[in-house]
C-alpha cells in the first residue's frame, strides 16, 4: 500500500493556473504509474492525465491537453498536475492515485488504479 496526499487546490479565476501536487508514502514510488481524476458534483470520476514510472510516456484527456502537464519527481516521492487556462469547467475534486501493477504505461481507466488520495478541491471562477 502506498497513502498518497494531494495539495495545491485553491480558488482560482478563469483564465488562471494552480499546480497541485501529490507526495507518495514509500520507497516504491518510481515504479509506480500515476494517474490524475476529477470529480465534479454528480458527475461521475474522470480521467485527466496520466504518467509511466519513469516519466517518459504521458497521457491527457482532450478535454486538458494542451492546458494542463502532469510530471513527476521521483527522488521526492512527488507527482504534479500543472493546469493552465482554466475554465469554470475544471472545477471539481481533484485525486491522485498510483497504478501499482504496470508502472510502464498510462493507464486512463480508474479501475486500474490501487491507491487513492483524499483529493483537493479545485474551483475556477468565471
Known amino acids: 500500500q502506498v497513502q498518497l496526499v494531494e495539495s495545491g487546490g485553491g480558488l482560482v479565476q478563469a483564465g488562471g493556473s494552480l499546480r497541485l501536487s501529490c507526495a507518495a508514502s514509500g520507497r516504491m514510488f518510481s515504479r509506480y504509474a500515476m494517474g490524475w481524476f476529477r470529480q465534479a458534483p454528480g458527475k461521475e470520476r474522470e480521467f485527466v492525465a496520466a504518467i509511466s514510472w519513469s516519466g517518459g510516456s504521458t497521457s491527457y484527456a482532450d478535454s486538458v491537453k494542451g492546458r494542463f502537464t502532469i510530471s513527476r519527481d521521483n527522488a521526492k516521492n512527488t507527482v504534479y498536475l500543472q493546469m493552465n487556462s482554466l475554465k469554470p469547467e475544471d472545477t471539481a475534486v481533484y485525486y491522485c492515485?498510483?497504478?501499482?501493477?504496470?508502472?510502464?504505461?498510462?493507464?486512463?481507466?480508474?479501475?486500474?488504479?490501487?491507491?487513492w488520495g483524499q483529493g483537493t478541491q479545485v474551483t475556477v471562477s468565471s
Open positions: 492515485a498510483a497504478d501499482m501493477t504496470a508502472g510502464w504505461i498510462t493507464p486512463r481507466r480508474k479501475y486500474d488504479y490501487d491507491n
